[in-house]
């Protein structure tokens, strides 16, 4: 079965980075794209970019176009998020999602559990 | 890009008919097929509800519905169910390339 699973909470200092996997089984890792959706506190969804793990591109939102990195390793089936300068409203949990190729159609059909991160001086 | 508009809160009663809306403009909601609607409970990560404005998942409820009018797109909920008590997102492809989420509703099951 599909199964998306990520790396555990964080708590990181204001200025840091943090670096979170999303190890992917039960389908063929390079024909999805990875898309990456973060929710603060009591908030919204908010969606990061994706990651195209066949040709390694990705595609940022311009919010963070500045400060994330989005990469992935085939050879273990896991995609990475890292994202630097961190502040306290980067607070949130961080979800991976499976979603199909071509970055323009947004249905998640697997998340990942979520990973908190706490950034807190 | 802002976030798609949703209504921050909807109700009904048990076996009721409800409808989400989400209104974006002509550069995302109204402008591409690409429409999808999540639910979410609370702690756990969303689930896909809607895909291309109407299409369901397998697994997922005839009783979920979508449409569009324009630049708003709809999720309708029919024969209200306890367990369909959650917070609901709307997200749609946009002219800059992008996704964009809506603010959620929550829905809440008299």
């Known amino acids: 079965q599909v199964q998306l699973v990520q790396s555990g909470a964080e708590v990181k200092k204001p200025g840091a980075s943090v670096k979170v996997s999303c190890k992917a089984s039960g389908y063929t890792f390079t024909g999805y794209y990875i898309y990456w959706v973060r929710q603060a506190p009591g908030q919204g969804l908010e969606w990061m970019g994706w990651?195209?793990?066949?040709?390694?591109?990705?595609k940022y939102a311009q919010k963070f176009q500045d400060r994330v990195t989005m990469t992935r390793d085939t050879s273990i089936n896991t995609a990475y998020m890292e994202l630097g300068s961190l502040r306290s409203d980067d607070t949130a949990v961080y979800y991976c999602?499976?979603?199909?190729?071509?970055?323009?159609?947004?249905?998640?059909?697997?998340w990942g559990q979520g990973t908190l991160v706490t950034v807190s001086s | 890009q802002s976030a798609l508009t949703q209504p921050a809160s909807v109700s009904g009663s048990p076996g009721q008919s409800i409808t989400i809306s989400c209104t974006g403009t002509g550069s995302d909601v109204g402008g591409y097929n690409f429409v999808s609607w999540y639910q979410q409970h609370p702690g756990k990560a969303p689930k896909l509800m809607l895909y291309d404005v109407s299409n369901r998942p397998s697994g997922v409820s005839n009783r979920f519905s979508g449409s569009r009018s324009g630049n708003t797109a709809s999720l309708t909920i029919s024969g209200l169910q306890a367990e369909d008590e959650a917070d609901y997102y709307c997200?749609?492809?946009?002219?800059?390339?992008?996704?964009?989420f809506g603010g959620g509703t929550k829905l809440t099951v008299l």
């Open positions: 990651s195209n793990p066949n040709s390694g591109g990705t």
């Open positions: 997200s749609s492809y946009t002219s800059s390339t992008t996704l964009v």
């Open positions: 999602a499976r979603g199909p190729p071509g970055g323009y159609d947004p249905s998640f059909d697997y």
